[in-house]
């Protein structure tokens, strides 16, 4: 099966960075989309940032300017650089990559654990 392990959340104050990490493990043939979403209790996941296998990325209104989203394709990684954070960032965070396990096979959209940011002074 294909596993994606996430990293980097934690507790920081307001105007301060974090970098998450999410890494994808198992028998993958090619990467796709890799796409950053998160949920906040009481809030509908939405999403956050989202990179093709192309490199072309888009963001949600409320981070544009403030995150970046990027990946190394030599380690099936995707990381979301966030910067002046506001206590409105806080949320889990959960990754989403689109791979293929073989060159015939379908696109398997995969889920990350989770990582928890809160912005709080």
């Known amino acids: 099966q294909v596993h994606l392990v996430e990293s980097g959340g934690g507790l920081v104050q307001p105007g301060g960075s974090l970098r998450l990490s999410c890494a994808a493990s198992?028998?993958?043939?090619?990467?796709?989309?890799m796409t950053w979403y998160r949920q906040a209790p009481g809030k509908q996941r939405e999403l956050v940032a989202a990179?093709?296998?192309?490199?072309?990325?888009n963001y949600a209104d409320s981070v544009k300017g403030r995150f970046t989203i990027s990946r190394d394709n030599a380690k099936n990684t995707v990381y979301l650089q966030m910067n002046s954070l506001k206590p409105e960032d806080t949320a889990v965070y959960y990754c989403?990559?689109?791979?293929?396990?073989?060159?015939?096979?379908?696109?398997?959209?995969?889920w990350g654990q989770g990582t928890l940011v809160t912005v709080s002074s």
């Open positions: 198992g028998s993958i043939f090619s990467v796709h989309a």
């Open positions: 990179i093709t296998s192309g490199g072309n990325s």
């Open positions: 989403n990559v689109e791979v293929r396990i073989g060159p015939s096979n379908n696109v398997l959209n995969a």
